[in-house]
Structures are given as structure tokens and as C-alpha cells.
């Protein structure tokens, strides 16, 4: 064989090669491009749900489990009040002092939270409670309960307090407010009566007189109150609730109080 005959044989086997090298990088350039595509759908899907989802709902604005703090058990703000003992504090926050706090814990609430079941959609009304598995133990979910009856404050507010996610808060304020209106009705110092027998009124009305001379008869005083709330999404409570002069919404209530 010649000297030409081999190197034009060694340039053929070159060239095959060489395109056999360009079919793999076309073969790998085009399952790269497919992969690039895919992601990119799938990124686009993503966002185009996301979209849809706030179009959907524009004014449900809420924090997840990622923006909160990871252990409402543990570190949280309320968990800092609490500690603290401080009764400015607790009657800035809840409206009760230290002492009333823990009278109401011990007089039934402690007791109905750890040992009633939380009503849930997705559980047996009648299975047994677990308050190991709770958030909130009976203290944080008083605490929870009285911030949000004593303030006009967000349902968001009250997720990054005690590091809730949404329904979780809605759950535990819903099922805290029924327990604490059944145990306040059943606590003496916490009913609302009229004095009973002669006696008694005369007792009251000595007290008043003795500070208002002229007030000869009367045993209590009264007072109006405007407690704010939320915007409800009701129209007529809305309507009900609103105060045109003062353009907020509020509960009008007429509280009477004994001299004692």
C-alpha cells in the first residue's frame, strides 16, 4: 500500500471520528435542551399556580410555618410575658393581673383544656384528647384566648405571638372562648347578680352615700363601654357594629359595678 493510500485511509477514520463525536454532543446537547425545557415548564407551572392562587384570594394574607418561629413550645413571645409574672404586663395584654390569671386557670380552665377533646373535621368528636400534642398548654391557650378577646389586633399578629400557623389559631381561639365562657359561669366571682335581701342593698347604699351624699337609694353604679372588634365579614353584624362617628367598629355595652 502506498504512502498516499494510508493517509488518506487514516483521514477517513478521522472524519468518522469526528462526526461520531458531533452525533454525541448533538445527542447530549438535545437531551440537556429537553431537560432545560422540562424545568422550565415546570417553574413556569409553578408560578403561573402561585399567581392564581393570590388572584384567587387577594385579601388572605397569612404567614406559614416557615416564616414563624419553629416551636411554639418553646422561645416564643408570649412564653416571655408569661415568665415575666409582671402584672402591668398581663393587664396590658390579657386585662388581668397575675393573680386573676391563674384564678381562672385553676377554677376549671387548666382542666377543660388538657382533658377535652378539640372539635377537628378530620377527627372523632369522641376520641380522647391528647394535650401532649398540643401547641399550647392550658396557659398558653388562656393567654391566646384573653389577647385576642382584650385587643382589635389581626389574627396574624396573634400567629407570630405564639408561633401558630392560621387554623390552628382560629381552632384554639374558637375552642378557648367556649371553654372560658363555661367556666367563668360557673365561678362565683365571676357572675353577675343583684344583691340579695334588705340588708345587702342597704349595705351597698351606705357605701355610695358615704363618698356621694345625695345619692340616698342607689346600691350600684353604671357605666357605657364601647368595646372595638373586627371588621366582620357578615354584612349585617358589620352594619350593627359600625359607629359612624367614630368610623369603627364597636360592641356598645352598659356594665353595672358594686361599690365594693
Not at 28 to 55: C, F, P, S, W, Y
Request: charged share 20%; glycine share 4%.
Amino acid at each position: 500500500m502506498s504512502s498516499l493510500a494510508l493517509m488518506d485511509d487514516v483521514y477517513l477514520l478521522h472524519v468518522l471520528q469526528q462526526m461520531e463525536e458531533d452525533k454525541d454532543q448533538v445527542e447530549n446537547d438535545l437531551v440537556e435542551g429537553a431537560i432545560a425545557t422540562a424545568a422550565l415548564i415546570t417553574l413556569a407551572a409553578e408560578e403561573a399556580r402561585q399567581i392564581r392562587a393570590e388572584q384567587h384570594h387577594p385579601n388572605c394574607l397569612y404567614l406559614c410555618r416557615a416564616q414563624l418561629l419553629p416551636d411554639p413550645c418553646t422561645g416564643t413571645p408570649w412564653q416571655v410575658l408569661y415568665n415575666s409574672r409582671n402584672n402591668r404586663a398581663y393587664i396590658t395584654t390579657m386585662g388581668f393581673d397575675v393573680q386573676t390569671f391563674e384564678f381562672i386557670l385553676d377554677s376549671g380552665f387548666e382542666s377543660a383544656w388538657s382533658w377535652t377533646t378539640i372539635p377537628r373535621p378530620d377527627t372523632s368528636a369522641t376520641g380522647a384528647p391528647r394535650p401532649g400534642g398540643r401547641s399550647l398548654d392550658a396557659a398558653g391557650a388562656l393567654d391566646l384566648v384573653l389577647h385576642y378577646l382584650n385587643s382589635t389586633m389581626q389574627e396574624i399578629s396573634l400567629q407570630q405571638i405564639f408561633a401558630l400557623i392560621p387554623s390552628t389559631v382560629s381552632r384554639y381561639v374558637t375552642f378557648g372562648l367556649k371553654i372560658l365562657l363555661e367556666v367563668l359561669c360557673k365561678m362565683d366571682d365571676a357572675r353577675i347578680t343583684y344583691p340579695h335581701g334588705v340588708e345587702e342593698f342597704e349595705e351597698l347604699n351606705e357605701l355610695i352615700v358615704a363618698r356621694h351624699p345625695r345619692l340616698t337609694g342607689a346600691f350600684a353604679s353604671i357605666d357605657g363601654l364601647k368595646l372595638p372588634v373586627q371588621t366582620s365579614a357578615n354584612k349585617e353584624i358589620e352594619n350593627a357594629t359600625y359607629n359612624r362617628w367614630l368610623s369603627e367598629h364597636f360592641i356598645s355595652l352598659v356594665l353595672a359595678f358594686s361599690p365594693k
